[in-house]
């Protein structure tokens, strides 16, 4: 099966970057990597969704959690599990994308 043409522009340019190869040696390694990756899809001109606050917390079971409150009080929470396999990403990779959930989803990201 060929290569999606859109996603040979999205490989050549990770690689025109120097983004290529993804896994980069041991597990600190290529963690410091995938964060710089994540954090530079968010561009120059990138402005956080705003919120009320954001705060840094702990599970009762003590995984370090965000949580943040909407400008709009929703009446209901969203839990956003990012999929880092507890090997790649951290808080900060995935806020862009819990920040920006759509108003439509009536929630809080948590």
Same mark, same amino acid.
């Given at each position: 099966?060929?290569? @999606?043409?859109?996603?040979?522009?999205?490989?050549?340019?990770?690689?025109?970057?120097?983004?290529i190869p993804l896994?980069?040696?041991?597990?600190?390694t290529t963690r410091?990597?995938?964060?710089?990756?994540?954090?530079?899809?968010?561009?120059? @001109?990138?402005?956080?969704?705003?919120?009320?606050?954001?705060? @840094?917390?702990?599970?009762?079971?003590?995984?370090?959690?965000?949580?943040?409150?909407?400008?709009?009080?929703?009446?209901?929470?969203?839990?956003?599990?990012?999929?880092?396999?507890?090997?790649?990403?951290?808080?900060?990779?995935?806020?862009?994308?819990?920040?920006?959930?759509?108003?439509?989803?009536?929630?809080?990201?948590a």
């Amino acid at each position: 099966m060929p290569l @999606d043409p859109q996603f040979r522009v999205v490989l050549d340019t990770f690689e025109a970057k120097g983004l290529i190869p993804l896994i980069r040696g041991d597990a600190v390694t290529t963690r410091a990597h995938y964060r710089r990756l994540a954090l530079s899809r968010r561009g120059a @001109d990138y402005v956080p969704e705003q919120v009320a606050s954001a705060a @840094d917390q702990h599970s009762p079971g003590g995984v370090p959690v965000r949580v943040y409150e909407p400008l709009q009080p929703r009446g209901s929470t969203l839990i956003y599990l990012h999929g880092g396999g507890w090997v790649l990403g951290d808080v900060e990779t995935p806020a862009w994308s819990t920040r920006r959930t759509p108003p439509s989803r009536r929630s809080s990201p948590a």
